[in-house]
């Protein structure tokens, strides 16, 4: 069936729950062993789908998306409201956080980079921290359990 | 010519004046809903300049119509177009116009209104890209080179009205005219880069159902005004306003539910403008039964057109075709089967016997969308050769409110930092409330 939305967008729900294959496979509250690592991304708003698409590819599954504003050194945007001339100096930005294990850093860094470049000043930024416990709500599991879809 | 009749129809009438006056304000008001009703189904970074489109119209239009659209659309009575005879509104003053008892003055003014309107309405094909420069000079010939031509053949005495083509309030010059410049300027201008690869989604439903009820309620005055006065034609335009979208906007319903399973807003909002067009030809023509039954069968051409298009590679974005073009068809054709000489005066159409009014109306529903989509292609490509239709890429991303005209629709003012505030230096209060770099 011709889909106007294009394909990928119908696995939408399918990213933001994780893969329904996680339930009932493992035990609950098994902890997993390895570390974990937080990628935010901040990228123009506008390349919202192409990151998304990107991460579906690097099979990085479960994200957040938050609305932020930023400033990063870009050139900032003059606007005028009647007699009122400003410079904007917060322009929009989109968050990206993910939750992966070690092992998804690299594709998640590399998607993220691949769907949001556009080569002008102002594509974004990536960090990466450290991050300490992770837990599914739903089934109690923690940390890898929790944040990598597919065991690896 | 009774002499009666003659003292009547060279005499003013205040009370037909004062209801045209009334029906100009009201059709002048459907180009800001109109406004309305396509800022809510882009995308909000676009929302200003859609807007925008809509009141370039009234600016645009309104000065090349006094300058010499009023005059190719309603001098003389040549077949084609008319002549320089109202240039620059010469000879347009308050003795009343020609087979009216309303002033030329008036007159001039209504007829505006409705160039406005339908400039405003072609926009909606090349919304969310086409760069605003371009498009006030698109927005400048097509007025004169389109809309006025078009108003000529339909009912400034050319061609198609001198044979008897019946449009009562402009299924030719406003509807068909529109929707299949629309059309063609989508095919020129080219579909948004996102088209097809991402869900492109309306941004404010309550903008768009809103802009369609002012637009309904606007279009009292479109209908009802396009008898020039308080006649029996106006009345039953008039009534035959209410039922008709009232009657597409059931049947909407229903196809909704049986597509979707629910009945939607938008596509509520779609109905009352198809209903509204697809009665606009035959308002003062048809009984208000059968005003009813167009209403309801204007539904299914342009419900099946809506749910094609977007399959389509065409990116004729707000469906100007379908909602304008395909039902102004409808009406045009249909008006032939179904005018009724009891109701209107005028004429029968095919089901009372006269298949020539059938006819007529033919020729009008294949010429008129001929020479619109030929003429704005060859006008859009020759503007093209001059200046760039469309904005970049990058441009598109960011979205057309900040390119083209520097401001936002939902600005939030944090990190706003003033740059040319009198008062500033004296007090030094009017500064900035963060300055992050």
């Known amino acids: 069936m011709p889909d106007f939305a294009g394909g990928w967008v119908a696995l939408l729900p399918a990213i933001q729950l994780g893969s329904p294959r996680s339930a009932g496979r493992e035990l609950p509250h098994v902890k997993g062993t390895g570390t974990m690592k937080l990628v935010i991304g901040i990228v123009r708003p506008e390349k919202a789908n192409d990151v998304l698409e990107s991460l579906y590819r690097a099979e990085v599954r479960g994200v957040t998306i938050s609305r932020v504003q930023g400033h990063g050194g870009e050139l900032d945007r003059v606007e005028t409201y009647r007699g009122t001339t400003v410079k904007m100096g917060l322009a929009e930005k989109l968050r990206f956080e993910i939750a992966v294990s070690d092992d998804f850093v690299d594709a998640a860094v590399e998607a993220l980079c691949a769907g949001a470049r556009t080569g002008e000043v102002g594509d974004g930024k990536i960090f990466v921290m450290p991050l300490d416990r992770a837990v599914r709500i739903r089934t109690g599991e923690t940390d890898h359990g929790a944040v990598t879809p597919v065991a690896k | ?437």
């Open chain 2, 1 to 437: 010519m009774a002499p009666l009749d003659f003292v009547a129809a060279t005499a003013v009438d205040p009370g037909d004046t004062a209801w045209m006056l009334t029906a100009t304000a009201l059709v002048l008001l459907m180009t800001v809903g109109l406004g309305l009703f396509y800022a809510g189904l882009v995308r909000s970074k676009n929302t200003l300049n859609t807007f925008m489109m809509c009141i370039a119209a009234l600016a645009v239009a309104t000065v090349t119509w006094a300058a010499v659209g009023y005059s190719f659309a309603f001098d003389g009575d040549g077949s084609l177009i008319g002549g320089f005879g109202h240039a620059f509104l010469q000879g347009v003053d308050f003795a009343p116009r020609d087979g009216t008892t309303i002033p030329h003055l008036v007159f001039f003014a209504f007829q505006a209104s409705f160039c406005i309107i339908t400039v405003a309405l072609v926009s909606g094909a090349v919304v969310e890209r086409m760069r605003f420069g371009a498009y006030l000079v698109f927005a400048a010939l097509w007025s004169v080179l389109v809309y006025a031509v078009l108003a000529h053949w339909g009912f400034g005495g050319g061609w198609l009205m001198a044979n008897g083509t019946l449009d009562f309030a402009g299924g030719i010059a406003v509807e068909m005219a529109s929707g299949f410049a629309a059309l063609a300027a989508a095919l020129v201008v080219g579909a948004r880069k996102d088209y097809g690869r991402q869900a492109l989604l309306p941004h404010n439903a309550v903008y768009v159902v809103l802009g369609a009820g002012l637009l309904w309620f606007g279009w009292f005055g479109f209908n009802g005004g396009s008898g020039f006065g308080v006649g029996d034609a106006s009345i039953l335009a008039f009534t035959n306003t209410l039922l008709a979208p009232a009657c597409t906007l059931v049947v909407w319903f229903a196809l909704d539910l049986i597509r979707g399973r629910k009945v939607t807003a938008v596509g509520a909002a779609t109905a009352i403008i198809v209903g509204c067009v697809v009665i606009t030809p035959a308002g003062g023509y048809v009984s208000p039964g059968w005003a009813m039954a167009l209403g309801a069968l204007a539904a299914l051409p342009c419900y099946a057109v809506i749910v094609w298009r977007p399959r389509t590679r065409v990116d004729e974005t707000l469906d100007v075709l379908a909602a304008h073009g395909i039902a102004g068809f409808t009406g045009i054709l249909l008006l032939g089967v179904v005018a009724q000489e009891s109701w209107n005066g005028v004429s029968d159409g095919l089901l009372y016997g006269n298949a020539d009014q059938f006819l007529w109306q033919a020729i009008a529903a294949a010429a008129v969308p001929a020479y619109a989509f030929i003429a704005t292609f060859i006008l859009l490509k020759v503007i093209g050769a001059v200046m760039p239709l469309r904005a970049s890429e990058h441009e598109e991303a960011l979205g057309m409110d900040i390119v083209q005209h520097g401001e936002e629709a939902y600005v939030t003012g944090e990190g706003a930092i003033l740059i040319s505030a009198p008062d500033a230096a004296e007090t030094e209060t009017g500064v900035p409330v963060a300055n992050p770099v």
